[in-house]
């Protein structure tokens, strides 16, 4: 819900009441996919309700036929077999109901879950760089279970509530008289309205304390992420404190949400309690008059118990279904999060030929004040290697991001063998295109299931032969647990290199037309990078790539290299052409050489 509808205006509550109606709705496609089920439930909740009106009427029946001296033992009997079977029937219904809807009320669940799920993925890197993993986490896990709490709530309890007091309003206005009726209306309306008004007013304190508690969440699943940059600097203190601040504004929220739950109670309490004691003063006063007999007392008593009893939790069922609401809303403004990067509605198929890839005019800016590429041009022939080289910040790995369309250019366009990667579904796309990245996130789980996640149907040889290219089968096979050995979180237990073989493998398994290498060495020391260089080398071999490297020893034998300064190439030729120029790269490459010899010189 947007922020102006916490502040009080005139149309306050009606924005409160559409938006609720809207979260309510938003669930009615997930529900009617089963309608026959819902029908079903329905039918059987009026049932369960009928029985349970039909109870007292029995029972007033047989109070007044043991209360007759005259009266046949047969009638008492037959009623009392009548009774039990309506509480049998009353109960028997509900079960039965709450049967027949389960799987309507868990497939929602499942439903809904899974389209969040896929939206967040289909969302832009943007829109991932911004999160906050432990918030939106937090929020997908409440709305989860909020829909099955909404839609029983709402179905089961507070309708079937209301539906059975309308109807011991009515018997009471045709059995006894219009005074009962009216008292029972009056008593359930001043109920509803209490609840609902004071539920609206603190219905700000349950969305803060919310609120706080997914930021709170965030804060500490981010700084157990970052567990070894928080020991490295000695920062557990003021991680705690930063926890402990959040934990200290949810406190402040929740107590305001619980004290005014306290005065809600009280007055729901208070209203129940002068309906029931006008109920049955009104009774009393009609058996001692004898207008009323003991059995139509019984029956008041009885509906009094029916009545109000379901009454004292609808306050309670009221109040979950407002939290529901703000949890199921969250967990839809994310599912209704608008996609930066969408397919056109005419995407083509990519099915890669030449490989041919070509930058047109790019010019590209994360920001609109913040510019990162100029009027980029260069063609990758296919098959052929073309490097990026230049310091950082020069927009070197901005390329890779807009050739896999993690985002879309500002200006000019991207082409693969002639088609502008605008025009093609982004499925296609990427599955064309296989990265090693600088730094390698893993899965915190086996070496298999990272090495085969390139291509997850492969058959067990074919992974194996993929980590046997990469020269880490043998490492693999070392271990104790051999191939079912955990990484740990974001390959935490496994070493540097031993990480980017793993990267090497399972690019190799899926076998991409067009590779980017991103930085794929420079986080290595110089030995482990030697080693790899090779493989990577050997892995481009035959494919069109996109080298993106800093330390230019790892580019030598690219078929072109392109030079970057603040986002513009200022040169571009062969190795040995640019060191002839004594350009920026002549400079570059002389700077590297001197640290490479003489380490203590220059800046590690």
């Known amino acids: 819900m947007s922020p102006h509808s916490f502040h009080s205006s005139d149309n306050a509550p009606d924005k409160t009441v559409q938006a609720d109606l809207r979260s309510v709705g938003r669930l009615f496609p997930y529900l009617w996919e089963f309608r026959g089920r819902v029908m079903l439930s329905l039918a059987l909740l009026l049932g369960a309700k009928l029985a349970s009106v039909s109870v007292p009427l029995v029972l007033k029946k047989i109070i007044d036929a043991v209360d007759k001296s005259h009266a046949s033992l047969t009638v008492p009997v037959a009623l009392i077999v009548a009774y039990g079977l309506l509480r049998f029937s009353s109960t028997t219904f509900a079960d039965l109901r709450d049967v027949v809807f389960a799987k309507v009320t868990q497939r929602a669940m499942r439903r809904v879950s899974m389209a969040v799920f896929e939206h967040l993925h289909a969302l832009s890197l943007r829109f991932h760089l911004e999160r906050q993993t432990g918030g939106i986490t937090r929020d997908i896990e409440r709305g989860s279970k909020a829909i ?29 008289d219009w005074v009962f009726g009216m008292i029972t209306l009056l008593t359930l309306a001043s109920y509803i309205f209490f609840t609902v008004s004071i539920t609206e007013w603190r219905t700000q304190y349950v969305r803060r304390a919310n609120t706080l508690d997914s930021e709170a969440y965030g804060r500490a699943i981010d700084s157990l992420l970052n567990y070894e940059t928080v020991k490295y600097f ?48 009104r009774a009393a006063k009609g058996v001692a008059s004898g207008n009323l007999t003991l059995g139509d007392l019984v029956m008041v008593n009885a509906y009094l118990l029916q009545m109000f009893q379901p009454l004292g939790f609808l306050g309670v069922m009221y109040r979950q279904i407002k ?64 490097a990026a080289v230049g310091a950082s910040g020069a927009g070197k790995s901005t390329l890779a991001r807009l050739l896999f369309r993690f985002y879309d250019v500002n200006e000019g366009c991207i082409r693969i063998d002639g088609k502008d990667i605008r025009s093609i579904t982004q499925d296609s796309l990427r599955s064309s295109i296989g990265v090693v990245p600088q730094d390698t996130v893993l899965f915190n789980d086996s070496i298999y299931y990272n090495i085969a996640y390139g291509r997850p149907y492969a058959t067990r040889e074919e992974v194996i032969n993929a980590a046997r290219a990469a020269h880490i089968l043998g490492f693999i096979e070392s271990l104790p647990k051999g191939w079912d050995t955990v990484v740990g979180e974001r390959g935490l237990k496994l070493s540097g290199g031993e990480k980017q073989r793993v990267a090497i493998a399972r690019t190799l398994l899926k076998n991409p037309s067009i590779l980017i290498l991103d930085e794929a060495t420079s986080a290595l020391d110089t030995k482990t990078e030697k080693a790899i260089q090779a493989e990577l080398i050997e892995i481009s071999r035959g494919r069109t790539s996109l080298v993106i490297a800093h330390r230019l020893s790892t580019v030598i034998d690219a078929d072109e290299i392109l030079v970057f300064e603040a986002g513009r190439i200022v040169e571009r030729g062969k190795h040995a052409e640019l060191l002839t120029r004594n350009g920026a790269y002549a400079l570059m490459w002389a700077m590297q050489q001197a640290e490479e010899e003489n380490p203590g010189l220059m800046p590690g």
């Open 323 to 386: 939290e529901s609401i703000t949890d199921v809303e969250r967990m839809f403004t994310l599912l209704h999060r608008p996609r930066e990067i969408q397919d056109a509605t005419d995407a083509i198929e990519l099915k890669v030929g030449e490989g041919r890839v070509e930058f047109e005019h790019v010019s590209f800016s994360y920001n609109a004040d913040r510019p990162i590429l100029h009027d980029v041009s260069f063609t990758i022939q296919g098959g052929k290697t073309v």
């Open 148 to 176: 099955s709490s909404l839609v029983g709530y709402l179905l089961f309890r507070i309708a079937p509530t209301v539906l059975e007091i309308l109807m011991v309003a009515a018997v009471l206005f045709v059995k006894l």
């Open 234 to 281: 000695g920062n557990e203190r003021y991680e705690a404190k930063r926890y402990d601040g959040s934990l200290a504004e949810w406190e402040e929220a929740a107590l305001k949400s619980q004290r005014s739950l306290g005065f809600l109670n009280a007055a729901q309490a208070g209203t129940i309690a002068i309906g029931v004691t006008l109920m049955v003063m």
